[in-house]
T-cell receptor, first 115, second 115 residues
Framework: AQTVTQSQPEMSVQEAETVTLSCTYD???????LFWYKQPPSRQMILVIR??????QNATENRFSVNFQKAAKSFSLKISDSQLGDTAMYFC????????????FGGGTRLMVKP | DAGVIQSPRHEVTEMGQEVTLRCKPI?????LFWYRQTMMRGLELLIY????????DSGMPEDRFSAKMPNASFSTLKIQPSEPRDSAVYFC?????????????FGNGTRLTVT
């Protein structure tokens, strides 16, 4: 079974600054995918970024980028130029390849962006 | 694209009553997932369907919970009888295919309160 750990329950950052959210996972699989989801106060779960484990290049989506360290089983999310709208819960998630698209989530990190 | 539609958005019921949560997946998606979110346990997968067939229901807490998917455009999660510990946010998600090129799209969730 896979486990996903987010060791930072809460974080805060000043608007326009950069923040990094941590995620580690444990798996014996070699082919898998990793995701970050954002959950704002509206409760909707929004896909932020995803990474294929077989790709060495770190994924980026505008102000969001990841630092994927496969050997260390680490998958951190960097948010650059933080905006007030980035205030949300952020969940790291693991998906085993060819296993029905099931996601295993971490416990989440609550991010507060301060003006 | 209307996204995944869940109803109701909020449900308050008394212990012992039957509760039915509803989900309409994105048209064309053939995988559907029910997740439960609580403060204590985070996001847990309850059950998932592929092509309307339940594939993995190992996350269903107990016999009081049941899920159906009578057709490709509708699914229900039923709790009978409900208990206060069932209070949570229940998410439905859908995806196209079973490869991770098709991420999960979540509905806005149903907040269930059992008194």
């Amino acid at each position: 079974a896979q486990t996903v750990t987010q060791s930072q329950p809460e974080m805060s950052v000043q608007e326009a600054e950069t923040v990094t959210l941590s995620c580690t996972y444990d798996t014996s699989e070699s082919n898998y995918y990793l995701f970050w989801y954002k959950q704002p106060p509206s409760r909707q779960m929004i896909l932020v970024i995803r990474q294929e484990a077989y790709k060495q290049q770190n994924a980026t989506e505008n102000r969001f980028s990841v630092n994927f360290q496969k050997a260390a089983k680490s998958f951190s999310l960097k948010i650059s130029d933080s905006q007030l709208g980035d205030t949300a819960m952020y969940f790291c998630a693991f998906m085993k390849r060819n296993a029905g698209n099931m996601l295993t989530f971490g416990g989440g990190t609550r991010l507060m962006v301060k003006p | 694209d209307a996204g995944v539609i869940q109803s109701p958005r909020h449900e308050v019921t008394e212990m012992g009553q039957e509760v039915t949560l509803r989900c309409k997946p994105i048209s064309g998606h053939n995988s559907l997932f029910w997740y439960r979110q609580t403060m204590m346990r985070g996001l847990e997968l309850l059950i998932y369907f592929n092509n309307n067939v339940p594939i993995d229901d190992s996350g269903m807490p107990e016999d009081r919970f049941s899920a159906k998917m009578p057709n490709a455009s509708f699914s229900t999660l039923k709790i009978q009888p409900s208990e206060p510990r069932d209070s949570a946010v229940y998410f439905c998600a859908s995806s196209l295919g079973t490869g991770s090129n098709s991420p999960l799209h979540f509905g806005n969730g149903t907040r269930l309160t059992v008194t």
